[in-house]
């Protein structure tokens, strides 16, 4: 794998390969010493044009876990305020020496860009490109939906039959549209649930079933029940009457999530808006996955920055639960 750019066009073997690695990747995390060689001497960029919490500190201490360097860019405080390009912030970037970028920008398609282009020669990861794709985000939710459904006997396996629902602003979701490719490859079921403003206008929107009554959605007894962010700030119309009846209609209320069977899980990429999309009691319950998806989102971005900036040379690689003495010195 040179560059992470989207999962559209990510192939069954590869997800799985990146879901294997995730999870000796997750094994490390037990030991003594959590830390592996595999980056070492290389250096990888996160150069962050639009906010985030997990994706920014998950890829840092992914890659540090990995004996990368790490460079930390955010757009808010540098040049890109005196009108600098994209073109330009990446050379200057190059000319210090990066083997790996990851990339959050605010524009669809700008990951793409950067991978096809000259400016400089480094393994691309998209941490989310406006409105388009999150590709490490659907993988995390993969391997987090394959761990609770497989348990200790994941590995290899993909999400053949699993029904997912995923729930809300679908126009406005890289995660959802991420989601929807994965899942599908991966051998699942998808189906958005969402008022007709907030979905795409096409019958079935990124190949997933669609429902606009989220009660009738849910007494299908999914397997998973994906809440999506309303993403407000990226709403420049009204979606919606208010956030009362978004609730009423959209919401994971404590009564919704009561009438749902007791396999079923709730998950979230995160940030939640409590009390509008997901109940604050519904995301506390032990069957929602918010908080175990952060923790996975750490081995999942290893597996990736690992598999992007070595194309797999098992050199450095984890292999068994006792770290080497070159593990150790890391
Ligand atoms: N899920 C997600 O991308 O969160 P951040 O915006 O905090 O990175």
């Not at 794998?1 to 989207?6: A, E, I």
């Not at 679908?170 to 994965?182: E, G, I, K, T, Y």
């Not at 956030?243 to 998950?267: C, K, N, Q, S, W």
Request: proline share 5%.
């Amino acid at each position: 794998m040179r560059h992470l750019l989207s999962t559209r066009d990510l192939p069954r073997a590869e997800a799985i390969e990146v879901l294997d690695v995730a999870e000796e990747m997750a094994d490390t995390g037990t030991r003594e010493v959590r830390k592996l060689p595999a980056l070492r001497g290389k250096t990888v960029v996160n150069l962050f044009f639009e906010d985030s919490t997990r994706t920014r500190i998950s890829f840092e201490a992914a890659a540090k876990r990995l004996s990368a360097d790490v460079i930390n860019f955010a757009a808010k405080g540098s040049s890109v305020s005196k009108g600098e390009s994209l073109k330009d912030t990446v050379q200057t970037l190059g000319a210090m020496g990066v083997d790996g970028i990851v990339i959050r920008h605010g524009a669809s398609g700008a990951p793409r860009v950067l991978a096809d282009s000259a400016w400089v020669d480094a393994a691309v990861v998209n941490a989310g490109d406006g409105t388009h794709e999150h590709p490490t985000q659907a993988l995390l939710d993969a391997f987090t939906m394959r761990r609770r459904i497989h348990g200790a006997d994941s590995r290899g396996r993909d999400l053949d039959g699993v029904r997912v629902l995923i729930v809300g602003d679908v126009l406005h979701s890289r995660v959802a549209r991420s989601n929807a490719w994965l899942l599908r490859t991966l051998g699942a079921h998808v189906t958005f649930a969402a008022p007709p403003t907030l979905l795409p206008v096409t019958p079935r929107p990124f190949g997933a079933a669609v429902h606009h009554d989220l009660d009738a959605a849910l007494a299908e007894a999914p397997d998973v029940v994906m809440m999506l962010r309303v993403q407000q700030e990226r709403m420049h119309d009204a979606f919606f009457p208010n956030p009362r009846e978004y609730t009423r209609h959209y919401g994971l209320t404590a009564g919704r999530f009561a009438a749902l069977p007791d396999r079923t899980i709730v998950m979230h990429p995160g940030p939640m808006n409590r009390g509008l999309e997901i109940a604050g009691i519904v995301a506390d319950d032990p069957r929602s996955t918010v908080v175990e998806q952060v923790a996975n989102g750490v081995s999942v971005r290893m597996a990736v920055l690992y598999l992007c900036l070595t194309g797999g040379d098992r050199t450095g690689a984890p292999t068994t639960s006792t770290p080497t003495a070159e593990e150790a010195t890391a």
